[in-house]
């Protein structure tokens, strides 16, 4: 059943495969497993990019890993229409940023990101992108492979299921290259 639900989750939002799929707590869970997993991979001196709407949930786990190694953090910010500045975004992204995390949707103001736009400013810098689906996934049709993001997190009572699940997907060759959050039981083979 939970396979099942795993595979379900992956048709949903067009995975690749369905152990693209990691289940976790809810989309602070995801966001803190990527910055703990996929953070082990950066060094001092990286940057990461945010926006000034991000949820707490999309801010705090990178502060930590700031506080941790010594990465930088930019702050994009918003368009007076309360969109996501993107012109303001390619004129900060360098060769130094290693993830670029916005959100989908604002959960305050609704804003829409311009996913494409946002995919190629970040790929073309060489940086990875996380986009916080917690508002767009019950709303758009979510097709990972379609918006060509790196990583994208959700939680399952947005989509009005029970409160206390979420899922992190992520490319797999991304998630084969991250070294394990947590250790134990069958990891030992």
Not at 62 to 79: H, K, N, S, Y
Not at 92 to 116: F, I, K, Q, W, Y
Not at 175 to 187: N, R, V
Request: one cysteine or more.
């Amino acid at each position: 059943a939970f396979e099942a639900a795993r595979r379900r989750v992956a048709t949903f939002i067009n995975a690749v495969s369905e152990n693209e799929v990691v289940f976790v707590r809810g989309a602070t869970e995801a966001i803190n497993l990527v910055a703990q997993s996929y953070g082990a991979l950066l060094q001092a001196g990286d940057r990461i990019l945010l926006s000034q709407l991000e949820h707490h949930s999309n801010i705090v786990p990178w502060q930590l890993l700031r506080d941790r190694i010594g990465i930088e953090i930019d702050v994009c910010p918003l368009t007076a229409d309360d969109q996501i500045d993107l012109d303001a975004a390619e004129q900060m992204l360098t060769p130094r940023h290693r993830l670029v995390a916005l959100a989908h949707v604002s959960n305050v103001l609704g804003s829409e990101l311009d996913v494409p736009r946002a995919v190629t400013l970040a790929h073309k810098v060489g940086a990875k992108i996380l986009l916080d689906g917690c508002q767009a996934i019950p709303r758009l049709g979510v097709d990972v492979q379609a918006l060509g993001c790196d990583f994208y997190v959700f939680s399952g009572h947005k989509l009005y299921g029970p409160t206390g699940i979420g899922a992190l997907w992520a490319r797999a060759d991304i998630l084969a290259a991250m070294p394990p959050w947590q250790g134990g039981g069958a990891m030992i083979d």
